[in-house]
């Protein structure tokens, strides 16, 4: 019942107001630091795709709100990719996010990855990841929605290698090759983004074939996760199982997209604090009581006993 009207609120509006606006005192922010035009409609343009999918997220009939987040990872994912990365020639993948560090730039990858994967985590967990990101906006077309497998544990280890290999060639070409001018010319930064997207793009999809999985490479290649799930086990947004609605029927677990246990966590009466959770809200939209919602709270995290491994 109600299942099939739009539920459009006072609350609704006003929290994807909320978020608008967040990015709005962003851009002003960095406007009025820089004097450059680009962060008033950048940050104007990703705050507002983001506030209308949030909002088209819980306003839509409940079998179509899927669409609201998928809308804001198509239009905040290919501007990225397209119009920051290839037509500002700004690489915001992980290397460039690296050389961007050592040379000792605020701006394009350095403050992309501060804001979006390492300081925005705290507020909005790993949001990034289902509503932004634009490897998994391409992954997420994929047939493989739930996964078929249970998770592999020990395969989440590539993500750290992925890591710290990038890590490593950044460093050698900076401090062993003394190319300290790589990015002086756009072209090698576009080169760079361009094969990287490729390669991401290539494994994605090949893994997610052979694990029968959209999110493989989230779960055991992407070296992102490696930064955020620092920040994001403290993230004020978490999902939440009210059991005095919960039925037990599994759905929200069956369908999970990155294989969360959240029905021990609703036991163990805790939020679902996994840093694997991509706050993506399938389980919100697929439960039949409405008992699952995201919350904002502090918790009290101790790391060995809070989580629950998934
Ligand atoms: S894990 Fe990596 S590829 Fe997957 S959504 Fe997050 S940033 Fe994108
Ligand atoms: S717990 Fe819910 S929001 Fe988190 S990843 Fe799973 S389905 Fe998505
Ligand atoms: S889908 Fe809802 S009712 Fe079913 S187990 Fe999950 S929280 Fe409980």
Redesign the pocket.
């Known amino acids: 019942m109600g299942q099939d009207k739009w539920n459009i609120s006072f609350k609704t509006i006003m929290s994807s107001l909320l978020f608008a606006f967040v990015f709005y005192a962003i851009a002003l922010w960095r406007y009025l630091v820089t004097g450059y035009i680009f962060y008033l409609y950048n940050f104007g343009y990703i705050g507002t795709a983001l506030a209308c999918g949030l909002f088209l997220n819980t306003a839509l009939p409940k079998k179509h709100r899927s669409w609201g987040r998928r809308i804001a990872q198509l239009l905040v994912g290919s501007y990225l990719l397209i119009y920051v990365g290839f037509i500002l020639g700004e690489n915001l993948q992980l290397e460039g996010f690296f050389i961007y560090l050592l040379m000792g730039v605020f701006q394009g990858a350095t403050l992309h990855y501060f804001i979006a994967k390492i300081i925005g985590p705290l507020l909005f967990n790993r949001g ?2 289902s509503w932004a ?1 634009w ?2 906006m391409v992954l997420d077309l994929l047939p493989w929605k739930v996964p078929r497998y249970k998770r592999v544990r020990s395969l989440g280890l590539m993500r750290y290698v992925h890591f710290f290999v990038s890590l490593a060639a950044v460093l050698y070409i900076w401090f062993i090759l003394g190319n300290r001018t790589i990015y002086a010319d756009k072209t090698t930064e576009i080169y760079w983004l361009a094969v990287g997207s490729i390669l991401y793009f290539v494994v994605g999809i090949g893994v997610g074939y052979i694990f029968k999985d959209n999110r493989a ?2 779960k055991y290649i ?1 070296p ?2 490696v930064l955020q799930k620092i920040t994001s086990r403290y993230a004020i947004m978490k999902v939440e199982i009210n059991k005095d609605k919960c039925i037990d029927c599994g759905l929200c677990e069956k369908n999970c997209p990155m294989n969360i246990k959240l029905l021990a966590y609703k036991n163990a009466n805790k939020r679902i604090c996994s840093t694997e959770c ?1 706050l993506c809200a399938t389980c919100i939209d697929i439960c039949p009581k409405a008992a699952v919602s995201i919350t904002n709270k502090i918790d009290v995290i101790h790391f060995k006993s809070a989580c629950i491994r998934n």
Do not use: E, S, Y
Request: one cysteine or more; aromatic letters at 18%; a neutral charge.
């Open positions: 990034w990841c990101c490897t998994a490479f989230c992407c992102v996760p991509i």
